[in-house]
T-cell receptor
Framework: GAVVSQHPSWVICKSGTSVKIECRSL??????MFWYRQFPKQSLMLMAT?????????EQGVEKDKFLINHASLTLSTLTVTSAHPEDSSFYIC?????????????FGSGTRLTVV | DAKTTQPTSMDCAEGRAANLPCNHS???????VYWYRQIHSQGPQYIIH???NNETNEMASLIITEDRKSSTLILPHATLRDTAVYYC?????????????FGKGTRLHILP
């Protein structure tokens, strides 16, 4: 089945630094990937849609200069949290669509827990 | 905004069937009902989906009412590992790159 690998699974960084999170589709090509953020006890909130070879589409209220998304290949999308602050601490999750799959079609990564200190 | 309404939480005894309801009264004709679950601190996991017919796989069964305004996810023999938040999602067909918008889901507690 389709596997999406997300790395790192957790990261602690100092306030003001930038953090890059990778999302890879391991056995399929994904022209579209999605990035979500989840705060404790809350649901997943869609941040942006990552399109291979073109600019990402951000949801309303998400700062594109703060959350840089790059989808340079059909198997890799990256999310960079720039100048991170404690309020950016959250659980970040990516998903990718495998057009080969009949069932559901979307596979999610295992998430990255970001803690900004 | 999410197009579905689910109870905030439910309890179910281990070994019994867990029945999770979902209302989607504004569903349109080409929209599917999908169910995902999220175990604590993990990414969501696909469970099942359907259009209008009832569906069953190795994980669960999905019962969709005839008017398609509601559905029920059934876990036939719940185990402690089924404790999770279950999300009912309505979206376009499988061939479209529709983004998945999550509602608040149902927090299912399986009791020993």
């Amino acid at each position: 089945g389709a596997v999406v690998s997300q790395h790192p699974s957790w990261v602690i960084c100092k306030s003001g630094t930038s953090v890059k999170i990778e999302c890879r589709s391991l056995d399929f090509q994904a022209t579209t990937m999605f990035w979500y953020r989840q705060f404790p006890k809350q649901s997943l909130m869609l941040m942006a849609t990552s399109n291979e070879g073109s600019k990402a589409t951000y949801e309303q209220g998400v700062e594109k200069d703060k959350f840089l998304i790059n989808h340079a290949s059909l198997t890799l999308s990256t999310l960079t949290v720039t100048s991170a602050h404690p309020e950016d601490s959250s659980f970040y999750i990516c998903s990718a669509r495998d057009s080969r799959l009949r069932a559901g079609g979307y596979t999610f990564g295992s998430g990255t827990r970001l803690t900004v200190v | 905004d999410a197009k579905t309404t689910q109870p905030t939480s439910m309890d179910c005894a281990e070994g019994r069937a867990a029945n999770l309801p979902c209302n989607h009264s504004t569903i349109s004709g080409n929209e599917y009902v999908y169910w995902y679950r999220q175990i604590h601190s993990q990414g969501p996991q696909y469970i099942i989906h359907g259009l209008k017919n009832n569906e069953t796989n190795e994980m669960a069964s999905l019962i969709i009412t005839e008017d398609r305004k509601s559905s029920t996810l059934i876990l036939p023999h719940a185990t402690l590992r089924d404790t999770a938040v279950y999300y009912c999602i309505v979206r376009g067909g499988m061939n479209r790159d529709d983004k998945i918008i999550f509602g608040k889901g149902t927090r299912l507690h399986i009791l020993p």
